[in-house]
């Protein structure tokens, strides 16, 4: 089994600190929503989230749409042979069961990223399609066992696609910046897609059309 985890993904809930802002209580009152039920959108709370630390990269769920989206309809996905994990901020880790069909529809997208972070799990005819856990991207990884392989731009150029196969293979799903998980000690090999930064999907896309 290969194992994809989408890290430090910037899929949260409405921090408290911006819960009572004009542009964040104004969206969520269109949906008859408490503000902090609701995940944070950077399109939508843009001006609030000037005062959060790491504003700039924050409420971008719209990343982990268009990765899983691409994970869960993809062949080795649909052949048994790939765990599909998002890592958030906040280390909330949803394991997507192969058989989730995610919206296509951003907005109801959303409104699923909201039922799993409030409820916990997403469930249909008794049987559980998402399940969230609280763990360190660490903690994931010690839990779920295996060799770690990291993609970043600084990794050493990947030539032998081999090594995919059966590996926890971790992709960033923020738009700028570093990771923020503590990596001090995890024992990852470090590799490279392209010679320059590349969009989480696209990442994502080149791992699944090899493994």
């Known amino acids: ?24 209580r104004a969206s969520s009152r269109k949906r008859n929503r408490n503000p902090v039920e609701c995940v944070l959108e950077s399109s939508l709370h843009y001006a609030a989230m ?23 309809d993809s062949v080795p996905n649909r052949d048994g042979r790939l765990g599909i994990y998002l890592h958030t901020r ?9 058989e989730v069909r995610l919206p296509k529809n951003y907005n109801r ?12 799990s997403i469930s249909s005819e008794q049987k559980e399609l998402i399940h969230v856990t609280r763990e360190r991207l660490p903690e994931l990884l010690k839990r779920i066992g ?6 970043t731009e600084n990794g050493k150029q ?18 700028q910046g570093e990771f923020i ?10 590799l490279s897609l392209y010679s320059s930064r590349l969009m989480a999907w696209t ?3 080149m791992v699944l059309a090899r493994i």
């Open 203 to 205: 990442a994502v896309s």
């Open 1 to 24: 089994m290969t194992n994809l985890i989408i890290a430090d993904a910037e899929v949260e809930l409405i921090p408290e600190a911006i819960a009572l802002h004009p542009t964040v």
């Open 90 to 98: 906040g280390n909330y880790v949803m394991e997507f069961s192969p």
């Open 146 to 151: 295996g060799g770690n392989i990291l993609l």
């Open 50 to 72: 000037r005062s959060l630390p790491d504003g700039g990269r924050r409420g971008r769920p719209d990343i982990a749409h268009l990765c899983l989206l691409l994970a869960l």
């Open 181 to 190: 998980s503590d990596m001090n000690g995890l024992d990852c090999v470090e």
């Open 109 to 120: 997208f959303v409104g699923l990223m909201e039922m799993a972070l409030n409820s916990g």
């Open 158 to 175: 990947l030539k032998d696609y081999s090594v995919f196969q059966g590996s926890n293979i971790i992709v960033g799903g923020f738009p």
